[in-house]
């Protein structure tokens, strides 16, 4: 099959054959020593009118960061760096990546362990150079499983399809790949490795989303990559690798990632981390130490600045509707507030917080029988949430001229949440008596 021919395969959801492939990834570069490139092998209205002009600053900064981040994968970060890999000396390779001086050949088996393969898994090696791990996979992996080497360089996809027939794995696949998309079809993989590789990525951000892409629900990735620290790692990697590992993580987190796991014990010349896909990206799983399963958040150090403080009174002015289906992003917000001051060691009875609902948010007090009537749904999936608001202490109004104004009745509302004259009086009185506001639309 011709390249051209590969690539629509896999653009249309089929697996290649045999040596062939798509575009993607980028792959790594030997270097100056031994471990070679890279190692692997790879008052309210004041107060409304102020919330808007900020929305509006914040719309259009994140506007000009979400752009600038596009623009600047038009251009390699590391231009030239994998240009030694575009026509490798297999063999001269393979002497430089599967050797006893390499962090990475030697504590193989357990890197392998470490990944958790099961059965039946497809593994997709991201830069997979000579194979080594792309066959260590295979052998994990077991007959049921599939391994994706994927390279940048078709003479190691040669050497990979031509050394996996004779060790007798008859599981292992290669797709070829650009320097800036993996080629592999969408959610197919379960886990993606890339080993002392990354730091070869040209187009990261872009090679990242590919990858993501790719990923199965509840897909991992796993890198592993030279730790850079002045002072304690070689002169090469000094040199040859990009950027510390922190950058690394801020950059995979930036294409739609969550970190999941650090190895920290396994290595000491490279870490080992592993991410999932998540709607929710971030260096650190999200915790929910007063209202669980909502408002979720991460424990910041004890250094960092303007912590939740005892003795602060909020109200929340909610005006913003959502699906029916979903939470409404108000009584959300409530919810994150109180994890955070959970989160910092503080007690929910540590800050006062009133949520005052009107307009579209209306309905997110509503009993089931009549949100269910009125929206097609089996219940209110609010209810759960104001549920453990009211027991942490939060109280919750809704304006009686937008209930009216709505067609329910008072005996429509949820039980513990109360009837107030109206949004406007509940939140002038809030500040009278010191409230901030928040504004939530």
């Known amino acids: 099959m011709l390249l051209h021919d590969a690539r629509e395969s896999c653009q249309a959801g089929a697996w290649p054959v045999g040596v062939q492939g798509a575009p993607l990834v980028d792959a790594l570069t030997p270097g100056p020593s031994p471990g070679g490139r890279g190692e692997n092998d790879h008052g309210i209205d004041g ?9 509006a600053v914040v719309g259009v900064f994140s506007l000009l960061i979400v752009s600038g981040g596009a623009a600047a994968q038009e251009r390699s970060v590391r231009p030239g760096i994998n240009d030694s890999f575009r026509d490798p000396d297999v063999d001269e390779f393979v002497k430089r990546f599967e050797i006893e001086s390499r962090e990475v050949f030697v504590l193989r088996n357990e890197i392998v362990a470490a990944c958790r393969i099961e059965p039946g898994m497809t593994v997709a090696d991201i830069g997979a150079g000579t194979g080594l791990f792309t066959r260590l996979f295979a052998e994990a992996a077991g007959e049921s499983g599939r391994v994706v080497a994927v390279d940048i360089a078709q003479k190691f996809l040669d050497h990979i399809a031509e050394s996996s027939r004779e060790a007798g794995l008859k599981n292992v696949e290669t797709v070829l790949c650009s320097a800036d998309a993996t080629g592999l079809p969408p959610e197919s993989v379960d886990v993606a490795f890339i080993c002392d590789t990354y730091h070869h990525f040209e187009f990261p951000l872009k090679t990242m989303q590919s990858l993501r892409a790719a990923l199965k629900p509840n897909g991992r990735v796993i890198v592993v990559d030279f730790r850079k620290v002045a002072g304690v790692s070689s002169d090469f990697v000094m040199g040859h690798v990009r950027a510390p590992q922190a ?43 007063v209202i669980a399963g909502y408002g979720g958040v991460v424990a910041t150090p004890k250094t960092a600045v303007e912590p939740p403080r005892a003795g602060a009174s909020v109200v929340f002015n909610v005006t913003a509707g959502d699906a029916p289906s979903g939470v409404n992003r108000g009584l959300e917000r409530a919810a994150l507030l109180l994890n955070l ?15 005052v609902l009107h307009g579209e948010a209306t309905k997110a007090v509503l009993a089931s029988e009549f949100y269910a009537a009125r929206f097609q749904t089996e219940s209110n999936p609010n209810l759960p949430l104001l549920e453990s608001l009211y027991a942490s202490g939060v109280q919750v109004l809704v304006c009686g001229q937008s209930l009216n104004r709505q067609g329910f009745p008072e005996t429509a509302i949820a039980p513990n949440v109360k009837l107030s004259a109206s949004a406007l009086t509940a939140v002038i009185n809030r500040q009278a008596n010191g409230y901030s506001v928040i504004e939530v639309e």
């Open 247 to 289: 950058v690394f993580e801020s950059e995979i987190v930036q294409a739609g990632f969550l970190k999941s796991r650090d190895e920290t014990e396994l290595l000491k010349e490279n870490y080992f981390v592993e991410f999932t896909a998540s709607a929710m990206p971030g260096l650190q799983p999200l915790v929910y130490p």
């Open 341 to 355: 001051y959970g989160a910092a060691g503080r007690k929910a009875s540590d800050v006062q917080l009133t949520v």
């Open 47 to 55: 107060q409304h009118t102020m919330n808007q002009l900020l929305k």
